[in-house]
């Protein structure tokens, strides 16, 4: 064997080109999720092939996240000073007819002009733009209403120069009843920020028996979705006072989804047995006593503590239309309202997922549907069947019976409760109606497990 033909036979054959590799649709719609923007771009101008497969693939620039994006960032200074006189703005003149809006909207409008200068703006079908003061109401309508875009999901959490106000008057508008055929194209909109982590105090709880604290970030996004744990707690927005969002949440469905919803079926569910303070702030509200209030408080699939019951008519993945459910954060990078509602898996008591013999249930609620039935440490909540607070009375002697200065001393027991006096008529041991919550905390599991026993 001659020397040439023994270096060709330990040479190894070259590796496939990036090209060849991309090429293949397989590989590349598995690849472009770990893919940030500048990188595919930047594979755009690496050479004359790459371009002309990444600008004509049309799921390449099916998603796109602006949230980082440099081109689209407005200086803090420019937020405080813009009535101070004129700033140049990308070398451009200011021009004195140029709106508030139109002026912060400039950096993001620059940078979407590339991309239909790119000929790929059809192409986005989800389109996150979180937290940039570049995000104004003039470009949302243009986002929303103009053919030039074919967006489907948009996420606009903390973007504060955002007119909510106006916002919402846009989205019912293009919701209309009048509205022409195939509009809109928006189906989802991610507009309420998450719930930010709250530092609780054990020494608060040191007291009151407590063995379980949720300190969880349910902010973080590797944190399993907490619409649907028993959280409590998911939004701000509407937790303590009426939200004007309800208005627009219900102009809004059915063709519209929202990273949150109203509190609908328990809405219904508790209308006869609400509390009287909770029915006076609702029907004393600005807004609408007919318009549900937002939920706030997620209670988990396993519905309640005594029944385990949900409220009538609440959504089971599977079962209900896809409108019921609240989007899920991240935004899919398929661009469809199917991945962006799909809830995860149901667990089982063992912590593991249950299969298909527990379907995924939606139990939220607002906070006045479930005053004085919902304890705000285990997250336990009870129905309006099992805990009928309309045929209790408190008064002192509650208040007497169930608080001690240091302890838990005075509590009585569950017989001494149902039996006592002071119990309203009617009331039978056994019937579900004796006080179960007491200071936000159930008395059962949480203010004294010694209780259950005596």
Not at 58 to 76: E, N, T
Request: hydrophobic fraction near 35%; include cysteine.
């Amino acid at each position: 064997m001659s020397e040439a033909e023994s270096a060709s036979s330990t040479w190894s054959p070259l590796p496939p080109l990036l090209l060849e590799v991309l090429s293949n649709t397989l590989i590349l719609e598995n690849t472009l999720p770990y893919l940030p923007l500048p990188t595919i771009l930047s594979l755009c101008f690496a050479s004359k092939n790459l371009r002309d497969l990444l600008l004509h693939t049309p799921s390449v620039f099916r998603y796109v996240d602006l949230s980082r994006c440099r081109g689209a960032y407005v200086s803090p200074d420019l937020l405080t000073r813009i009535d101070i006189g004129g700033h140049s703005w990308r070398a451009e003149r200011m021009d004195e007819n140029l709106t508030e809006d139109e002026f912060y909207a400039g950096p993001l409008r620059g940078v979407l002009s590339k991309f239909r200068q790119m000929k790929v703006l059809q192409n986005v079908q989800t389109l996150v733009l979180d937290g940039l003061a570049s995000v104004t109401v003039d470009l949302l309508n243009d986002i929303l209403t103009s053919p030039e875009y074919n967006v489907r999901l948009l996420s606009i959490r903390k973007c504060h120069n955002v007119n909510e106000h106006k916002l919402q008057q846009l989205l019912q508008y293009i919701c209309r009843p009048s509205r022409p055929e195939g509009t809109p194209r928006l189906q989802g909109l991610y507009v309420f920020p998450p719930l930010e982590h709250l530092d609780i105090n054990p020494r608060i709880y040191e007291n009151l028996h407590v063995t379980r604290l949720d300190t969880t970030d349910y902010s973080d996004p590797n944190t399993a979705n907490p619409w649907y744990t028993a959280r409590g707690q998911v939004i701000a927005q509407g937790h303590a006072q009426r939200s004007s969002w309800e208005a627009t949440l219900l102009a809004c469905a059915g063709i519209i989804n929202f990273d949150a919803v109203l509190c609908i079926h328990m809405h219904e569910d508790m209308d006869l047995v609400l509390i009287s303070t909770s029915r006076d702030f609702l029907m004393d509200s600005s807004s609408n006593y007919a318009v549900p209030p937002l939920a706030t408080l997620a209670l988990g699939p396993d519905g309640c503590a005594d029944c385990g019951r949900s409220p009538q008519g609440a959504p089971v993945w599977g079962v209900s239309d896809l409108r019921e459910f609240p989007l899920l954060w991240p935004p899919p990078a398929t661009g469809t309202l199917l991945d962006a509602v799909r809830p995860p898996p149901r667990k089982g008591p063992d912590g593991k997922p249950s299969g298909s013999d527990l379907p995924q249930r939606l139990i939220v609620s607002c906070t006045w549907c479930l005053s004085n039935r919902y304890c705000e440490k285990c997250r336990r909540w009870w129905c309006s069947e099992c805990y009928n607070t309309a045929k209790l009375r408190p008064g002192p002697s509650d208040l007497q019976r169930f608080s001690t200065a240091q302890g838990f001393g005075q509590i009585p027991t569950r017989h001494e409760n149902e039996t006592h006096p002071d119990s309203p008529i009617g009331v039978s041991p056994g019937n579900g109606n004796h006080t179960k919550v007491f200071g936000g905390l159930c008395i059962e599991n949480c203010l004294g497990p010694a209780w259950a026993d005596r």
